[in-house]
């Protein structure tokens, strides 16, 4: 029997099977979806799968979560519906995920309707979650979430604060207290997304911690409060420098990510690059083989997971002005998403650790003042892998950066190629069943 | 060490070349919904934290939502802001009241 209390454990949750990308429930829109994601064949230790953007504005942040975590509240958000991928990098973890959500959408056909759901962390589906649904999980320790959030405005809507779009709800407020609120109507479109993307990376130069936002009665009037943890991010500043502050090889450098705490040590991790839009790359453990260059594209990297694993960053510098042209080094660092790696187009690298690691990867691209050009890659194909520690041969790397919409149109075209294979594979097996 | 860095941009003009730039009345609405709500902040920028909608680990050091049922629940009414202050632990505060 279910009873009216949210945070009541009478009720059963749904089980959803691991493999399971669809599955539907009882809250208008809450539902799983299949993500895009490739299984790479490169050589051995080399990235294994790759989590691309599923379509929509292509933007993405990263939420880590610490030991012992758990959420005190419910959120609910009135712009931003969430898509939400939850991964750990060893796709034999047991970890199971109790996500538990209520309507609270004013007008909803489901409102006040209460789901619970079980399930385990995968890359290959994601969440949506529409905005004035009610969330919390339970189970996120050592998980990375990554959100592609889809947001929405509308005017004079007193529920929505757009520097914090929270409205917090305590996890023992009894069902029919549950606040019901308008979500936005209308969606922003890409332009928008990538410029309120852009500017919370501005933002977040400085990291901040992220601040609950409580429906509360003062002196008989409805206001909304957002409170603040006083001590999270105490060490940051010592702990970070100490990640930074490493010398580096010519065409690598380490810079901080940007960031929000949402807890003393978990983290939010908006994009680093104007295109705001990013891959996830699952490193295997081990060593690999060789190294790769990208000689029109500098990449960043971001360890999302592992944290405080040891990281090593091979490198062979192929660009052939550079003071440190085919010198093969090493650089030894720690898995930790408040460092973001960026590695300069020309520069051959490779990454090992002992365990697996999920890797967020965005990139800038460039083109020569003398395009085409035959001695280097086209764009979109722009992987070279390097045997031993001997440049394969100098290259003059292309000095002029892309806008961020090359970028763009480069992921969407990838994800529609992948989209477009998937759906022929699906029609070959259909007809093959029928 | 810093992030490399592109000029500076204009966020107001931006924004303003985006609302020119709508294609359909539903952009049009949104983005004129969203400059609405984000315009005055982007006179006094240090007033935005994050633009962010998360929802983040309990508050206080001891795992106890502090901000629990005794305020969120509709029957619940402080009598001001520093009534509120004043049950608050020692390690969380109030940051705005909007």
């Known amino acids: 029997m279910v009873q009216d209390t949210a945070s009541q454990v009478d009720m059963q949750p749904l089980v959803v099977a ?31 799968k790759k989590l691309l953007s599923s379509p929509g504005p292509l933007i993405s942040d990263f939420v880590t979560h610490e030991e012992h975590f758990a959420y005190g509240s419910y959120g609910i958000h009135v712009s931003q519906d969430d898509r939400l991928t939850f991964m750990h990098p060893d796709s034999l973890s047991g970890s199971q995920i109790l996500g538990s959500f209520i309507d609270c959408r004013f007008g909803s056909p489901t409102l006040k309707t209460r789901v619970e759901v079980l399930f ?183 360890a999302l997971s592992s944290e405080g694993s040891e990281l090593t960053i091979r490198t062979l510098d192929c660009r052939r002005d550079s003071p440190q042209f085919n010198v093969p080094t090493t650089v030894v660092t720690f898995c930790d998403p408040r460092v973001s790696i960026m590695i300069e187009h020309g520069v051959a690298y490779s990454f090992s650790c002992r365990e697996p690691v999920l890797l967020r990867a965005e990139q800038e691209v460039f083109a020569g003042t003398n395009e085409p050009r035959s001695d280097l890659p086209l764009f979109g194909a722009d992987t070279t892998f390097v045997e031993g520690d001997v440049a394969p041969m100098g290259i003059e790397v292309p000095t002029l950066q892309c806008p961020s919409t090359v970028v763009r149109l480069l992921a969407s075209n990838e994800i529609l190629a992948v989209r477009s294979q998937a759906s022929q594979i699906d029609g070959q097996n259909g007809a093959q069943n029928a | 060490m810093a992030r490399m860095e592109h000029k500076m941009p204009d966020w107001k003009k931006e924004l303003n070349d985006l609302q020119k730039s709508a294609k359909t009345p539903e952009e049009a609405a949104a983005t004129q919904a969203f400059a609405a709500a984000i315009g005055p902040y982007l006179d006094k920028p240090e007033l935005l934290r994050t633009l962010l909608g998360k929802i983040q680990r309990y508050l206080g050091a001891d795992e106890v939502n502090v901000v629990g049922p005794n305020f969120s629940a509709p029957g619940f009414s402080a009598k001001s802001v520093d009534d509120l202050k004043k049950q608050l632990p020692h390690d969380v505060e109030v940051h705005r009241v909007e």
């Open chain 1, 18 to 48: 691991d493999t399971d990308c669809g599955a539907v429930f009882a809250i208008d829109g809450l539902k799983f979806e299949s993500n895009s994601v490739i299984d790479l064949d490169l050589p051995q230790g080399w990235f294994s």
């Open chain 1, 120 to 302: 385990r962390p995968s890359m290959y589906r994601r969440l949506n979650i529409p905005r004035g649904v009610a969330h919390t999980f339970d189970g996120l320790e050592r998980i990375v979430t990554r959100d592609e959030p889809v947001w929405h405005s509308s005017p004079d809507n007193s529920d929505w604060n757009v520097d914090n779009d929270l409205i917090s709800v305590d996890r023992s407020l009894p069902l029919a207290q549950f606040p019901v609120v308008q979500p936005n109507l209308y969606r922003m479109n890409d332009e928008l997304h990538c410029f309120q993307s852009r500017l919370s990376q501005e933002l977040l130069k400085t990291p901040k911690s992220y601040l609950a936002r409580y429906p509360i009665t003062i002196a008989g009037e409805r206001r909304f409060v957002t409170f603040k943890a006083k001590e999270w991010g105490d060490a940051e500043e010592a702990e970070v420098f100490s990640l930074l502050d490493v010398e580096l090889p010519s065409g690598i450098k380490f810079f901080r990510s940007r960031y929000a705490l949402t807890g003393p040590r978990s983290w939010t991790v908006v994009p680093n690059t104007d295109a705001c839009v990013a891959d996830v790359m699952l490193l295997p453990s081990g060593i690999p083989s060789c190294k790769v260059v990208h000689y029109r594209t500098r990449m960043w990297y971001t």
